[in-house]
Each structure stands twice: as structure tokens, then as C-alpha cells.
């Protein structure tokens, strides 16, 4: 079926080159980083995790939030999702190839990845992190394979996938947990010793993901034939409001914990970030971009009026997204290491090398997201020609 991906549009065309020069960019950067090492971002003794785990972590939940599509139409039998299933699927293998990416080019040389598989440590979060997305990309790119091969062929997809497809449910949840526990495990960073951490990645996932399948599923509905359903798109932007809504009570619960109890090693990370801190403080803007826009937002997606125009919705969706982008990717990995165990206050400024570089990722995992769309959205024009 990937021949598919090898005829299209001179706008498919056109995009294609432009991802494809994207990761170039990318890797011209990563071969700089490679041969200097990673003294050449701006990751430091005091700030270990920059821009590249910051990306990793907002991305898994990306992928995790496939689930909220795959849930009810396998479990609950939701038609409406039929269509936007796919689409899902397909985002998460795109999502999860991007983690991997990131913690290769973290890690300074990818070679030091073969260490976990070397040592294999069961105690250590990391090489179950590492078990739970290779398996979690592994049974997407089954399921949704095996899937699609069935739809070409028009007939029901055999009985053997049933059970990958239900393990893929809690496989998803446990992604993301997984993740969470790497930060909730280090009790020297109290800002991420809080036992909520994990709901609050997956209510950030549950509501950031889907917003961004939403503004997948509108582009390819404006560009090509392909329309995954006026209803679907309706139900899964009620499942951004109300994750949207939970995320943001559990940042007000960690804020309430904070200054309620008035532990300075709580509340200064929360200082630093809203308010700046010993003079430092260059998130200060970004992170009250973050909550104007998510406010907006959810705001926005509390009418259904809104949630019904596409328009509205793309809006509301993007803001939402780039908010959660900011206060799960931003605020809470970078803020986490400040103040450090030693009580000094510092700022971390990404270097040219390692921006590139995290845009050089982007691109190679949007390229393969449009040539599985790509693929996709040519099995169903052949499948259901004029309807799909």
C-alpha cells in the first residue's frame, strides 16, 4: 500500500519537499551537535533535560491520546469514529517515531541508547519507558496496518487483530505513565514530587492530542475528499473541553498545594515561572501566554455553537494546543530543575544548534505523517469513491 504515497497533487508534492528540507535542517544541525557533543546546546550540569525531553514528554501524550478514539469505537462500538480511527492510529506512530527521535539526539550519540538494551535494569523507569512506547509504536503500526489492508480488500478485519487492538488501550494509558513516573521518581525535584503527576499528563494528553487530530482532521478535509464526520469531529472536541478542564483543576490543585502549605521548595518553581525568581525569570511571558490562550480556549469550546463551526473550532483547538504545548513541554520539564538541589536560581536558553535540531525532528515526524495519511486517504477514495 505505500506506492500510494508515491503519486499525489503538486500540493502533496510540495509539502513533502518541505518536510524533507525541514529534516535536512535538522540533521545538518545534529551532525554539528554530534561532532562537538552536547556541550554544543544549552543543557548544563544544573539543567540536564532542555528542549529535546521537553519535546519527548509533550509528544508522548500526543501519542498516548490516540485512545480516545480507538476506546470507543472498539470498545463502545461509536460508529461515528469509524472514519477518524485511522487518523489516529497513524498520529501516534508519527507521535512516537518523534520520541524516539528526541531521546536519540538527547542522548549525544545514539549508539548510548544500545546501553539500556545492553543492561537491561527492571528497576529502572527508563528502560521500561523505553519498553512500553517500542511496544506502543509496534502494535499501531500493526493495527493500523492490518486494518487498512482489510478495508482495501472491503472486507472485515480479521479476528486476530481484536486482541492487539485492546491491548493497544491500556498500552496507550501506560505510555504516559510510564513518563510521568521518570519525573515523579526524582525526589530531589519537588516540583515533580507530587502524586498527581501522572493524571495530569494523561488530562493534558486526553485534551492536547485530540485537538491536534481535530486540526488534522479539518486540513485533510479541506484538501482533499477524505471528511471524517461532522459528528466525530463534534464529540472528540467535547473530549478536548473536558480534558482541557481537568488539566487545568490540577495545575490549580498543585498551585493550592504550593502556597497552601507554604513549602518554599513547592512554591518556588511556581514563582519562578509565573513571577520570576532572584531576577531570573524569562518564562514569565511565556507561561501567562500559556494560561491567557488555554483560557481562551476553553472558554471558546464551552459554547457548542463554537464547537459545531469549523472555523471556531480550529481556533479554539490551536489555541488550546499551543497553551498545553507551553505548560506540559515548557513550564513543567525546564521549571522543574529550577531552583536546582543547591538552591541556585538559573535560566535555560535552547541554543540555534538544538532549535534546528527539534525542528529538523518535527519535520521527519510530520513527513511520515503525510505519507500515512497520504496512504489512508487513498485506500478509502478506492474503497468508497465519492463518499469517503
Not at 509496534?138 to 472485515?156: F, I, T
Not at 491500556?170 to 515533580?192: D, E, M
Amino acid at each position: 500500500m505505500l506506492e500510494k504515497a508515491l503519486y499525489g497533487s503538486k500540493k502533496y508534492w510540495a509539502l513533502v519537499l518541505f518536510l524533507i528540507g525541514l529534516t535536512l535542517v535538522g540533521t545538518v544541525a545534529y551532525i554539528k551537535q554530534y561532532m562537538y557533543g552536547l556541550g554544543a546546546t544549552g543543557m548544563s550540569r544544573d539543567i540536564s533535560w532542555g528542549v529535546y525531553i521537553a519535546q519527548f514528554t509533550f509528544l508522548v501524550g500526543v501519542a498516548a491520546s490516540a485512545v480516545m478514539v480507538v476506546l470507543p469505537y472498539y470498545l463502545h462500538n461509536y460508529k461515528e469514529f469509524g472514519k477518524i480511527v485511522i487518523l489516529g492510529e497513524f498520529l501516534a506512530i508519527s507521535a512516537v517515531t518523534m520520541c524516539i527521535l528526541f531521546i536519540m539526539v538527547d542522548m549525544g550519540k545514539p549508539a548510548r541508547v544500545l546501553n539500556i538494551l545492553k543492561y537491561p535494569t527492571l528497576h529502572s523507569v527508563m528502560f521500561w519507558d523505553m519498553v512500553v512506547l517500542s511496544g506502543y509504536l509496534g502494535l499501531n503500526l500493526l493495527c493500523g496496518w492490518v486494518v487498512l489492508q482489510a478495508e482495501k480488500k472491503d472486507v472485515p478485519p480479521p479476528k486476530w487483530i481484536k486482541p492487539f487492538i485492546y491491548v493497544s488501550i491500556p498500552w496507550a494509558v501506560s505510555i504516559h505513565t510510564v513518563t510521568a513516573f521518570l519525573y515523579a521518581g526524582l525526589p530531589a525535584r519537588h516540583f515533580w514530587l507530587t502524586a498527581i503527576m501522572a493524571p495530569r499528563f494523561l488530562a493534558s494528553a486526553f485534551s492536547a492530542g485530540p485537538a491536534l487530530l481535530i486540526l488534522l482532521a479539518l486540513l485533510v478535509r479541506r484538501y482533499t475528499e477524505f471528511d471524517a464526520g461532522k459528528k466525530a469531529i463534534s464529540k472528540l472536541a467535547t473530549i478536548v473541553l473536558y480534558a482541557g478542564l481537568v488539566n487545568f483543576f490540577f495545575l490549580l490543585m498543585e498551585v493550592f498545594t504550593a502556597f497552601y502549605s507554604s513549602v518554599p521548595s513547592h512554591k518556588e518553581t511556581f514563582v519562578y515561572l509565573y513571577m520570576g525568581l532572584e531576577g531570573m525569570g524569562n518564562l514569565v511571558y511565556v507561561m501567562w501566554t500559556s494560561l491567557a490562550v488555554g483560557f481562551i480556549a476553553i472558554l471558546m469550546l464551552l459554547f457548542p455553537k463554537n464547537r459545531e463551526n469549523y472555523g471556531r473550532l480550529a481556533v479554539a483547538c490551536a489555541l488550546l494546543f499551543v497553551s498545553l504545548f507551553i505548560d506540559k513541554g515548557v513550564g513543567l520539564v525546564i521549571g522543574g530543575f529550577v531552583p536546582n538541589p543547591l538552591e541556585h536560581v538559573l535560566n535555560y536558553h535552547p541554543t540555534a544548534i538544538e532549535i534546528m535540531v527539534t525542528i529538523g525532528v518535527w519535520g521527519a515526524g510530520f513527513l511520515v505523517l503525510t505519507v500515512l495519511y497520504k496512504v489512508a486517504i487513498s485506500i478509502r477514495a478506492l474503497t468508497s469513491p465519492g463518499t469517503h
